[in-house]
């Protein structure tokens, strides 16, 4: 399922450590000034690039609100290929509002859990990474019926890619070898 890969990434000390949300910790006020502490790197990319795509109308709001989601996500040993730690004293423990989502005050990892269930079920999600395994695997500028059908079973089966790819396999447009732009 989709949703466990974006979990999977989400927690990964690679990708911590590749996007910096291991340095990623709520402002703090310190002698009457604001420290700022929000990397919004994770943030952009997850909404970008891991699910509902550049087109899909998010806002830097968004991208800055998912940052403050994944504050605390961190590594216990940067220096020696650490795992994955959430530290509760480093989350931004305010309300916030992702992409239509609200996230009430005073939550923990679990709020980026649950932006992470949000977003891996969201229709956006699902035609942006069909229309990615399309352009991949059936053409450059894959036919929009096809990503429409592949969106369809990514959301009527709960983010199952192999039933996706299974719609991608079976289409007509994936077996008409004719297109210029088909790929092996």
């Known amino acids: ?11 990964h000390p690679a990708m911590l450590f590749f996007l910096d949300n291991y ?13 700022p502490g929000i990397n919004e790197n994770y943030g952009r990319e997850l909404l970008e690039l891991h699910t509902v795509g550049v087109d899909a109308g998010y806002t830097q709001d968004d991208v800055r609100e998912a940052a ?3 504050t605390g996500w961190g590594i216990d040993n940067v220096n020696n290929a650490g795992n994955f730690v959430f530290r509760a004293n480093q989350h931004d423990r305010g309300a916030k509002r992702v ?9 923990g990892k679990e ?6 269930d949000y977003l891996s079920t969201h229709p956006a999600t699902a035609r942006f990474v069909s229309w990615r395994l399309a352009q991949r695997f059936v053409a450059d500028d894959p036919p929009a019926r ?16 192999g039933a996706v790819l299974r719609t991608m396999a079976g289409s007509a447009e994936a077996l008409d070898g004719r297109s210029s732009s088909c790929r092996p």
């Open 99 to 107: 992409f239509g989502l609200d996230v009430p005050a005073n939550g």
């Open 1 to 11: 399922r989709f949703r466990d890969l974006l979990g999977a990434v989400a927690a």
């Open 68 to 70: 403050r989601v994944f």
């Open 23 to 35: 340095t990623n910790r709520a402002d703090v006020n310190q002698g009457g000034r604001v420290v």
């Open 146 to 161: 096809l990503v429409d059908r592949m969106a369809s079973t990514f959301l009527s089966t709960g983010g199952d890619l």
């Open 111 to 116: 709020e980026g859990d649950h932006l992470l």
